[in-house]
Structures are given as C-alpha cells and as structure tokens.
C-alpha cells in the first residue's frame, strides 16, 4: 500500500505498484478473448445442422450394416462415441427414423441395452442425462424386456439436482408403462425430499403409457408415504382420469385435522366431479366448518362444487357462506346459488339481511346469470 | 499543501479502486451472461426444458392513457401469444383522447354493470368495467379515475383479475409470442417464484410478423441504437449474473410477471413512486427477506418483450432523468435495507454496488475529473500514464457492449449481421465518448430537479410497430 501521507508522491508510482494498466490489459485480451469465441460458436452454430445430418448418416449406416448382417450388436467403440452430445442426437434422429422402415431396429436397443445402459449411468452431465432420458421416452419402449435396463438407470437419475433431469426421467418411467416403477418413483423423492412442481407431476401422469387405473392402485398404495406436492399430482390424476374408486378414502381424509389446506382443496375438486349424496355431505361438512376460518381456501372451493346438490340444507349454508368475512367464499356462494336458480323465497331472504355484500353479490349473479341465458 | 496532496492522492487511489472494481464487476456478469446464454440454447436442442400444453393462467395487465395510436395493435399482438390460457386487462387510465371507445368498438366490448370489485390494494375508483372476448381470450377493459401513475393503473387490474399470475407492460409494446412460455417455466422449475423479469429490446427498427421479430438489424437513429447496446448491457451483462445471487432489483415495468398474492401481501405498486417497477421488487426483497419466506425472483432472457425506446435526444433526457429520480427516490425510501445483514447480499452487496455505481456514479466522475485536474496542476500525476488508463478503460468498456451486443448470436428469433457488428462498434465508440457522458451530465443535475421531474412527467411521443 502506497504511504499517504508522504510529500509529493508520485501517483504514478501507486498505479506502476498496482499493475493497474497490466489488469485492465489482461481484461481486454479476455474480452478479446470472449468476442473470438462467439465467432467460432457462431460458426459452429451455423454448422451444426450440417453436422448432425452427416453423423445421422453415420448411425444410418451403421443401423443398415447391421440389417445386412443379421447381427444388431455394436462395437464397444460405437457406443462410446454416445458420449458426444451430437453423435447421441444424431444416433436418437437416425433411430427414430429408421424404426418406420425397419421394424427389427429395435434390436439395436434390445442387444446393445446393457451398454446402452452402461453409458447412461456414466454420462457427467446433467445435460446429456436429461437428454439421454428424453431420448429413450421417445424410443417408445413399452414392454418390459425393451426397457428393464433402464428403468433403474431413470429411478437413480430422479436423484441428481437438475429439474430436467428429472422431469425427462419421470417422463421415460412414464413411458415404459411401469406402475411400480412410478410409483417407486414418487417414493424415491418423497423420501428424499426432492421437489418437483404438481402441476408438471400431475400432467405428466397423464402420458402413462401402461394402465392408468392400476397406476391409480399403485399410486393409492403408496400415498400415505408421499410428500404433499405428489399427493396433490395423485389426486388431481384420479380427477382428471375420472377415477372415483378411492372417494371413501378422500372422505375420511377431510375429516383429519393435519391434511394440508392444498390437499383438501384438490379432494374437493375431486369429490365434486362425481355427484352422490356422501360427496355432497363431505363437501358440505367442509364449507360449514371452514367458511370463516382463517383457512378458508376449502370453504371457497366447496362453496362452487354445490351446485348439483339444490337440497335446502345445502342452500342454507351457501346462504350463511355469503356472510363470510372471506371474499372468494361469498362470490363462489353466490356463484353457486345464482347457478342453482333459487327461489325468490330464499332471494328475499338475502336482499332483507344486513349484509349488503351478500346482497349486492348475489343480486350481481342472478343478473349475470339473466343476461347469459338472454 | 501537504493535507491537500495526500487527500488527492487519496482519491485518486480511490478511483483507481473504483474503476476496477467496476471492470471486474463488468467483465465477470459479462463473461457469465455469455457462457449462460450458449448454455440456455445449448439445453434447449438437447431437450432440457420443461414443455408443457397448459402452464398457469395469467392475466395481462395494459395500462393505456392516451394510447389510441398504439392500444389496439398491442392487443392484436397479444391475442397471438402461443399460450393457453390467459386474459387481457386493458386499464384506460382516465385518457382525455378516444381510447377506451377505440377499444369498445374494435373488440365489441360490453359494460359489465355493477360488477363488484374488491380493492385488495389502492386505486383510482374505477367506474367501468367492459367485458369481451376474441376467441377464448377474454378482454377487460377497466374506466377509471385518472390515477396520474403506472401504479395506480397496475393496481386497479390486479383489484379486478382473475388469475393467479399477471404480466405488468406497457401500451406501446410487442410481447414477443413465445414470452409467456419461457416465464412459465421459469416458476414450474423452482418452488416460490413470485417474479420474474423478462429481456426488454428495443423495437424501433423491427419488423414483427405474428408477434415474432421477422428483421431486427440497427437502424438509422444513433439514439435507438445506442440504447440498443445499453440494453445488451443491462440484461445479458448484468441481469443474468444477478439470478445467481436473487439479487435482481428490478424487474422492468416494461415486462414483469408477478404472482398476483405475493404483489397483495406488500400492497401493491405505490402510487406516489416514479420508478414503480423498483420499488415494487425492493419492496418484495424486503418484506420476503424481513419475514424469512423462501422466495425468488428470476430474470428469463428468453421471455423477450420488445418497445419503444426515445429517438430524440429531448424525449431520452426526459426518460433518464425520470428513471433517475427513481432510483433516487427508492434507494431513500429503503435505505434500511443498506448494509444490513438482515437483508443478505441484498443488502450487503448489491444496494452498495448500485448506490455507487448507478446513484450516485456521475458525482464520482465529476470529483474524478476534479482529482485529475488537481493532480496536473499541483504535478503529482504521471499525465501520460492517465491518459494511456483511460483509453485503455475506454476500450475494454467498448468491447463489452460489443460482447453482450453480440450475445445475440444466443437469443432466439434475434438477428444481426456481420454488418450490425460493424456498424455495433462504431457505435459503441460514440457510445463511449457522447452517449454515457450525456447521461452521466443528465443524471447528475437530475439530482437537483429531483422534485420538479417528480410531479411530471409526460410520455413519449408514441409510433406504431412495423408488421409484416
């Protein structure tokens, strides 16, 4: 450090001292550095098609070999070029086309699949796991002996930290059709702690490509195990899938005081889509219990999924729901009562109570409701 | 004599110190952005990306005063967008022109009567609420009280919305097709996402086809294109580099997505705040942080919305001195959160950064040419040696715009050519020696209009974009 106080220093011994200038050279040969590189990626980029397309060639020719040949197993040295990321686009491109023409290609995948496997438990990068797991989704390998090799490969990939790696993988253990494996799956990241968005998970879950109302079994089996994010793509699956064989199950569990309020929400949702008088119960239970507490997400979405059940009981408590210190449970109430076209004797009882946001709310949806039919 | 040399000395080491802090800082969020960017494509063709049919449905807010030039092509733009499910809410905030009746009559809007409305956050009474639809798209066109503020307007649509997410834009602007499919991700792929803050271009010399840049080459307005490379600066050099850290302290007013209940929890935008934008994400920093909730705010660069940038030097004074009086304006009203631990690196490190390298940075430069005067005359400066530094420093400046300008070989549905590279670093050596100067100047006396510039400020003369 330079001495401060000093008589006349010279500044331009601190900066010679500090290498200053020889800093900001070296920043500008990285600069420099930074500029060549994007010219050489640019070329690179603007070469890649050209050089995917020639080494699809490749991975044709070599499929078309072996056709000849009668013999699908590959050279140790081959499936070590599956490292690069191009060669395993291109060996992916060229896969998929040939499978239209030549049906035995599968025997590429079914003769090399311990190697095959070996590569993809090796591969470094989260990157070339994420699209080796993508690749095999599109490999459509439905039956056991296509894919038995991979399926442990996809559970251990569940574990590496990139979201896409996981996706890709669930989205391949989707593909083979596996119930167990789905749902050892879920366990495995359960158990792990690992989040991954519901709403992915329970989308996903519709591509099963086996059948979904054993997947459903399996998936039941399990749920207690599970973290709340994959309860919730579990439920919403049975909704989507219009599986009504657990609504007994879902019942009892809304009467648990420690079920979180997300999966009492998707329940609900649930046990609407299916009309019956112990549904309707269950989700009156809910909006009675629930319509001015501090949790009171349950109460708005069971207050819209009364609209088939227009018995007086119910409409009474939709009624009392339109006092609600909670908006979105008086506007769905209203919502629901409007839809359920109740009597003028119930209408008059609301317009004569105190509260004016019940009034003004229920009135705003009658004439909603006037004007659509109009 | 001697107490006057040493302090000068001292401040010349000083800015020595804070000149390569900066390029450092600079070089490094450069460096980053690029390599992230070659990666985002490179995930991209090899299939790492979460692509999905239905993300979540968002509301689109388009506040319009006086916007008849260019509200109905902006909503045309949008009923493009390559996204499922979302709506439009289209705040006519008080305009004196025909608006709001330009609106009605274009997509046959009916008024909703007696609508209720829960103002969650503050705002103008709103006295109309219209209601349409093109296709499965529903349109809202919201009347109110004129707010005198973005704010206000953001506000009274979020009273009104549905949906759990909204996008935050301006009138004048293209959301480029594919914006909302790269924001969605973007919160698929963590847990706690309430922000994120999409990559603004400037439109000015761009062609649009089906709300997609069909041409963006520069143009011929020095001033559009100097903002061109500034942009480049701002969001690939910077930005990217700060999602490292959930340090990102602004998401642009121009294009921002936020999660509807966590812009509630906080109050919404404020109404008496000139740069709203920053002072809505400081905010979510601080009351995120204050209460230990796990959030984050990311910037996309892939979520692109394109606008119109000033191409008069008058209307690009007016801007900067706005959004410097914004700056000013929020790092006061937060300066709690400076070097507090409370707040992290937040705090710690990027309040300070920006405080002196963006508030208070033409003070610096202005005592820094000060000290070097100073020094020349009492001779205890190597002259030479100074001038040899500042090229230099000029020059490695010039070769980042080039690099982030550049980046764009990255950017999808971007272009530019071996010209524009040219033609680039022409302009980045203007851009050096006038355009940063002048706003260096602008943003130093925008300090002493603090409070004229604060009660008004008048938009920019609108132009409608280029289709083709």
Redesign the interface.
Known sequence: MPKLFDKRADIGKYMSNLNILSMLLVYIAIAMSIIISHIFIGYSIKNYENNLTRKKKFWLNVFSECKNSGTYLLKKGLIKKLKDATMLEAFSDAYNEAREDNSDIKRILYDNRAQIAELGSKLRSNTMRAFFAYMLTGFDLRKPIDHQHFDDIMLRYLSYGSVYVRENALLALLSFGNEKKIAEAFISLSENNIYHSEKLLGDDLLKFTGDQAKLAEELMDVFSKLNNCFKVAVINFLRYTGNHNYDIDFRNMLDSSDISIDIMCCIIRLLAKFYSLQNGEAILKVLENNYNSENWEPAAVAASSLVPYDFDNVVQALIGALNSKTWYVRANSAKSLAAMRISDAYIFKVICGNDRYAMEKLTYELSKMEVDAV | M?II??II??C??FF?FYL?VY??SL?VS??YG?IKM?RY???E??????D?????PISIIVPAYNENVTAIQTINNLLKLDYRLFEIIVVDDGSTDNTKQLLIDTFGLKRD????I?YQVPCRPIKEVYKGKSGNIPILLISKENGRCKADANNAAINVMSYPYFVCMDADEVLQRDALKYASRAI????NVIGIGGNIKISNNVSFGDAMPVSASLGKNFISDMQILEYGRAFVGSRIFQNLMNSNLIISGGYGVFKKSAVVAVGGYDQKSIGEDMELTMKLHEYYRKNKLPYSMKYVPDSVCWTQAPESLKDLKKQRERWHCGLMQNFWKYRRMLLNPKYGIIGMLTIPFMMLYELYCPFFILLGWLTIIA?TILK???VP?VV??SL??V??GI??T??SF??K?YMKSDYFSAVDVIKGLGIAIIDAFFFRPFLFIIEFFAFFKYKKISKNWVSPKRVQVKTE
């Open positions: 001697n040399t040493n000395i001292f010349n080491v020595l390569v390029a450092s070089l450069n460096m690029s070659y494509r490179k995930l063709r090899l299939h790492n990306e979460l999905h049919e239905f993300y979540f009567t007696d609508m209720p829960r698929l792929e963590e847990n020094s205890i400066i190597n040696y040899i530094i230099v420093y020059l490695l070769l980042l080039i690099t550049i980046d070989l």
